[in-house]
Antibody, heavy 120, light 108 residues
Framework: EVQLVESGGGLVQPGGSLRLSCAASGFTFSSYWMHWVRQAPGKGLVWVSRIKSDGRSTAYADSVKGRFTISRDNAKNTLYLQMNSLRAEDTALYYC?????????????WGQGTLVTVSS | EIVLTQSPVTLSLSPGERATLSCRAS???????LAWYQQKPGQAPRLLIY???SRATGIPDRFSGSGSGTDFTLTISRLEPEDFAVYYCQQYGSSPRTFGQGTKVEIK
């Protein structure tokens, strides 16, 4: 059974940093592209970032470019999102999601999310 | 960036009725790269439709997708109680992979 379990969320002050993790199981993690998608309270889904299976290529939404870094450890079956210079508008539930195929394919499995709150 | 606009924002219907949800793109999207997701309160999104019209694994056939170019539609032929939720379209053919703002299907 495919499982994605996020962790690392919490309360952080504006300008602070946080690292999210997503532990994957039930599939060959190293073969899949992975994504982060966020959802502010009561709002819609917003794509944040993507990393290819070997970790060599990444992409970011303009709103987080230069502040967030996506990475992965295929030996540990874990996806990460390093978030720096956090702003109030980064407050959201952060989901990790698996892309179903090799590029330009939909997100077929999602975790339950980890909540990040940026507030003083 | 491709902007996806969903309409209506809210759809109020009764169980057994037909639901028609629209997703309009600011520029042409290959139908290969258009998906629909369902999200219920407190849950993660679930993939319903990919490639504009292909149902994901385990999705009942009352859900169907259609469209091409800039206009796409999700149809639920007869609403079941478990179908009342928020639905999002997403294009995944170009970066950034944008979502629509969602359509809430609520019980009338």
């Amino acid at each position: 059974e495919v499982q994605l379990v996020e962790s690392g969320g919490g309360l952080v002050q504006p300008g602070g940093s946080l690292r999210l993790s997503c532990a994957a199981s039930g599939f060959t993690f190293s073969s899949y592209w992975m994504h982060w998608v966020r959802q502010a309270p009561g709002k819609g889904l917003v794509w944040v970032s993507r990393i290819k299976s070997d970790g060599r290529s990444t992409a970011y939404a303009d709103s987080v470019k230069g502040r967030f870094t996506i990475s992965r450890d295929n030996a540990k079956n874990t996806l990460y999102l390093q978030m720096n210079s956090l702003r109030a508008e980064d407050t959201a539930l952060y989901y990790c999601a698996r892309e179903s195929g090799y590029g330009s394919t939909p997100l077929d499995y999602w975790g339950q999310g980890t909540l990040v709150t940026v507030s003083s | 960036e491709i902007v996806l606009t969903q309409s209506p924002v809210t759809l109020s219907l009764s169980p057994g009725e037909r639901a028609t949800l629209s997703c309009r793109a600011s520029q042409s999207v290959s139908s290969t790269y258009l998906a629909w997701y369902q999200q219920k309160p407190g849950q993660a999104p679930r993939l319903l439709i990919y490639g504009a019209s292909s149902r994901a694994t385990g999705i009942p056939d009352r859900f169907s997708g259609s469209g091409s170019g800039t206009d796409f539609t999700l149809t639920i032929s007869r609403l079941e109680p478990e179908d009342f939720a928020v639905y999002y379209c997403q294009q995944y053919g170009s970066s950034p992979r944008t979502f629509g703002q969602g359509t809430k299907v609520e019980i009338k």
